[in-house]
């Protein structure tokens, strides 16, 4: 088990995968779990944009998982420190409903809504659905591949008086393999690919692998790290960015 979950970590780490991309599977709960979950988390992290950021974060999600669907509301806001002036900076709202969640197709909805300065985007909301296809289930490991469309509005700023907006339809896919290394510690790995469908080998896409260490019942050291690639950026910000966070989390 252990020599597939590294060659995993190999394979979605090799890939170059941008900060846009909000990851969701991190969040979720295992398929057998029912009621209400949620978290509170805090955490330290230093990022690299067109310039180099030290950042402070605070994370609130809450799921409620019955016998046949999940739902989850996941929120996150960022205060940031650039050059010594602080100032809030990146933030999002993600809805989601999976149903008939324990079966091998699951169909999907989702709404979100988003900003990040750090790279200029001031708005982004979006609406999609899609299906999820489980492919691995087993106690200790499970692995399940997404893909969807979306409908996405963006508006990036182009300098202080200036903007531009795009709206387009977009695909989205992801894959996701989860395990249990012992009792106490957990290790999640997922690549997402974003692209239109007339632009398919261009794609906004991200790779994230995440260590979870449970400290007692209800406190996990977290460690993840993030590295995402834009191959067509709207406006001039790096095509490759990266983040590396580690946090307390608060789960109830």
């Keep these: 088990m252990r020599k597939l979950l590294l ?13 846009q991309v909000l990851n969701v599977e991190r969040v979720r709960a295992d398929a057998d779990t029912t009621g209400w979950t949620g ?14 950021i030290l950042k402070v974060g605070g994370q609130a999600n809450a799921a409620y998982f ?12 960022d205060l940031v420190n650039v050059d010594g002036n602080s100032l809030v900076s990146n933030g999002y709202t993600h809805l989601r409903s999976t149903l008939h969640r324990k079966k091998r197709l699951s169909p999907e909805l989702f709404l979100q809504y988003q900003y990040n300065n750090n790279l200029g985007l001031l708005n982004r909301a979006l609406a999609g659905a899609g299906v999820q296809y489980t492919f691995l289930s087993q106690p200790s490991l499970r692995g399940h591949i997404s893909t969807g469309l979306m409908y996405e509005f963006e508006q990036w700023s182009l300098s202080d008086d200036l903007s531009t907006k795009n709206e387009y339809l977009k695909s989205t896919s992801n894959i996701v393999v989860r395990g249990q290394l012992n009792s106490q510690t957990s290790l999640t790995m997922i690549g997402y690919y974003q692209a239109r469908p007339d632009r398919f080998f261009k794609p906004r896409a991200t ?37 590396l966070k580690n946090g307390i989390v608060l789960s109830f």
């Design 7 to 19: 060659l995993s970590i190999f394979i979605l780490s090799a890939n170059i995968l941008h900060a």
């Design 39 to 52: 978290e509170l988390g805090a955490d330290f992290s230093l990022n690299k944009y067109t310039d180099r």
């Design 66 to 77: 019955s016998d046949e669907h999940s739902y989850l509301l996941l929120s996150n806001i």
């Design 207 to 243: 790779s994230e692998n995440q260590l979870n260490i449970r400290m007692s019942r209800s406190i996990t050291f977290r460690v993840s790290f993030t590295m995402t690639y834009d191959v067509e950026p709207v406006i001039d910000v790096p095509n490759l960015t990266y983040e």
